[in-house]
Each structure stands twice: as structure tokens, then as C-alpha cells.
């Protein structure tokens, strides 16, 4: 028995509300055509005409799009849109008379087995990225370690199904009273940052099991990033902070990295920039190590540039201003509400608008007595 019209229409719309469905629509057709337009040059060339630079942007954009597809597909495609111009059909094969007033119908079932072998490619990448994505969940910690007065919460959101970006907090197996939280940022997105992120986890997690003081285990990162990539094609960003909890403080390294805001319950800000390169680019680096320490009612975010860089639709960038004034206004939120704050403050300002960079944020606080 077929479905009722309202059940297949919730069925075909997940319960979203039309408003929101052409919120999304927007977002995706700008993405989409953002994507192609990458390969067209849209310059005006000298003496040319309107209708001369229409027609060479059209075929641009057709072969941008048409390149993306397989040759046989292609060859569908290109079958499919002659049929759709054709006017149709009349012929006579011995006693037999054909007429087909219009081919538009067999365009259109053209079209649609295109789209199933597409969605096929799709469906079958995307349960790959899902195991991709549940294997790098289980790389980073999915709750904070206690830290005897400290709060600490963290959240990521990829652009795609995986991200380049990478946290952590954890305590030094070599050195149990220190606390080593870490940001950072691979150049890229999806599987090949991905891939790149867990060597570093993996990398971070044995360096740090060693007594070496951080600036060593830096550099040690460091060197080993540059000989799997050498030539400085990929660079990661991070931040690497070492907590002693009971002093409250703690030393640091920025290799590249956005500055990190360091909010002391005067409201002061602190941005924590010391350090060096990016790692991955010069093996023989020799990185700078700040210091500094936190008091009660002090917040420290560590965050990524797809904080900062969220755009709107008007392809305004959230910026440091927004985020330092949202920060401003969180000194007596716990550490979890602070974040979530920040992070609500960015999806008003972004709304509908397609996410274009992972984002990543790890706040560590030191709430005030009776806080």
C-alpha cells in the first residue's frame, strides 16, 4: 500500500522545515558553485565582448564540471543534453513508421541512471569516510581528564565526514603531575590532513611518555613530520601547553599557531605567541619556550583558524573581535558553558552558510572560589 503524501514528504524531508530546507539549498548550491569556479578565470580580457566572455565562461564551467566525471560518463552526459535539443524523430523502417515528437523523455532517464552511478560513488565513499571518522574519534578523547582545580571541555566539528584538526589533554606518563594539552591544525582538509593528524597523535603520545622536557619533544615532532613530508608541502599548526595544577603554571610552545587568549579574571588579555615555524617545514628549527600561569577565575582557549574564519553569507569572517568579545562575556561560566557560548555565538553569526574549515576549541579554566 503506497505511503500517505504526508508521510512520504517527512520521509523525503527528515521533518525539515521548508524554511530550513532552502537555507540549505542556498548553502549548497553556493558551495557547489564556489567548488567549479575555482577552475574558471573570470578576469575580463581586453576588447572583449559581453556575449563573447558569456560564452567562454559557460564552456568553463562545462568542462569543470564535465572533468569531474569518468569518460563513459561523460559520454552519458553528453548523449543525454543532445537528446535534450533534439526535436525528435520521424522515419520510416520498412512498413514501420516512427514518431517521436520530443527525446526529452529518454534525456531524462539518461540523467537519472547518471545520477544513480554517482550516488552509488557517493554512498560507497561515505560509509568509508563514517569508518574513517568513528577510527579518528577514537584517537582523541571523547571526556576531559580531572584536573584538581582546573576545568577543562573541548568540542571539534569537521567541514567534511573527517578533519585535520587535532586536541588532547593528557598527563605526562614520564612526569604523572604535569598535564600536556595540545591544538592543532594540519593544512588541508578531509583524508589526507586526516592521515596526517593520527602519525602526529601517535607520534605526540610516544614522544611524551619520554622524561624530555616539551621544547625537545617539540622538536622532535617537528624533525619527524619533515621526513615524512619533506619540502614543507603539508605544515600542521599546533600549540603545546604543559600544566603544572598545583602552581597553576605552565610553559608553552606555538609553532605557527593562531595565539591562543589567555582571559585573567581582571579581564586582562594575554595572547600566548612564543614558539616558532609550523611543523613540517624546516627540520633544524629551533623553537622558543614561553611560561605563564593561571589564577582562579583565569580561562585560557587554545582554538583553530576555522574559529575566527567562519564566514556568513555575506562572506564575513567571524574574526578575533567577536571571538574576544564572547570570551569577554563568559568569565563566570563553567568551562563546558563558556565553549558552548562561543560555539552558539558562531552558528548565529554564520547561519545557514556551509561550513568551509574544520573548527576546533579546547578551554581550560580555573574557576574562582564558590564559582
Given amino acids: 500500500m503506497p505511503a500517505p503524501p504526508r508521510t512520504f514528504w517527512r520521509r523525503i524531508t527528515e521533518g525539515i522545515e521548508l524554511q530550513e530546507l532552502w537555507k540549505q539549498f542556498q548553502a549548497e548550491a553556493r558551495y557547489s ?26 564552456r568553463a564551467l562545462f568542462w569543470a564540471m564535465m ?36 527525446l526529452a523523455g529518454f534525456s531524462g532517464l539518461l540523467l537519472l541512471l547518471l545520477l544513480a ?18 577510527i579518528q574519534g577514537w584517537l582523541m578523547p571523547s571526556a576531559p581528564p580531572p584536573v584538581p582545580g582546573f576545568e577543562i571541555a573541548f568540542s571539534t566539528r569537521p567541514a567534511n565526514t573527517v578533519a585535520g584538526d587535532y586536541y588532547d589533554a593528557f598527563f605526562r606518563p614520564g612526569d604523572p603531575g604535569r598535564l600536556l594539552l595540545v591544538v592543532a591544525d594540519v593544512a588541508g582538509k578531509s ?23 616539551l621544547i625537545e619533544v617539540v622538536g622532535r615532532l617537528n624533525r619527524y613530520v619533515c621526513a615524512q613530508i619533506p ?8 600549540f603545546f601547553a604543559e600544566l603544572d595544577p598545583e602552581s597553576g603554571e605552565f610553559i608553552f610552545v606555538n609553532a605557527g599557531h593562531n595565539w591562543p587568549v589567555l582571559r585573567r579574571a581582571s579581564g586582562m588579555v594575554e595572547r600566548l605567541e612564543k614558539g616558532g615555524l609550523p611543523l613540517g617545514i624546516r627540520p633544524e628549527t629551533q623553537y622558543e619556550i614561553g611560561s605563564s600561569s593561571m589564577a582562579a577565575g583565569d580561562l585560557l582557549l587554545i582554538f583553530t583558524d576555522g574559529l575566527v574564519e567562519a564566514e556568513n553569507g555575506k562572506a564575513e569572517e567571524y574574526g578575533e573581535e567577536r571571538m574576544l568579545g564572547t570570551i569577554g562575556r563568559s568569565g563566570a561560566l563553567s568551562a563546558g ?35
Fill in 231 to 238: 619540502g614543507g608541502r603539508r605544515f600542521t599548526t599546533a
Fill in 67 to 102: 572533468e569531474k566525471l569518468t569518460p563513459a560518463r561523460r559520454i552519458l552526459l553528453l548523449i543525454a543534453l543532445v537528446l535534450l535539443v533534439v526535436p525528435g524523430i520521424h522515419s520510416n523502417i520498412g512498413d514501420t513508421r516512427i514518431d517521436v515528437d520530443s
Fill in 33 to 58: 558553485y564556489e567548488w567549479y569556479s575555482k577552475e574558471v578565470d573570470w578576469e575580463q580580457r581586453t576588447g572583449e565582448r559581453p556575449a563573447r566572455r558569456a560564452l567562454r565562461l559557460a
Fill in 337 to 371: 558553558d563558556a565553549l558552548r557560548a562561543l560555539t552558539e555565538s558562531v552558528n548565529a553569526f554564520v547561519g545557514a552558510t556551509r561550513q568551509h574549515d574544520d573548527i576546533t576549541c579546547l578551554l581550560l579554566r580555573a574557576p574562582a572560589p564558590g564559582a
Fill in 191 to 213: 583524508i589526507p590532513a586526516a592521515m596526517l593528524m593520527a602519525t602526529i597523535q601517535a607520534s605526540l603520545r610516544t614522544l611524551a611518555a619520554s622524561p624530555d622536557p
Fill in 117 to 134: 552511478l554517482e550516488l552509488a560513488d557517493r554512498v560507497t565513499m561515505k560509509r568509508d569516510l563514517e569508518i574513517a571518522r568513528e
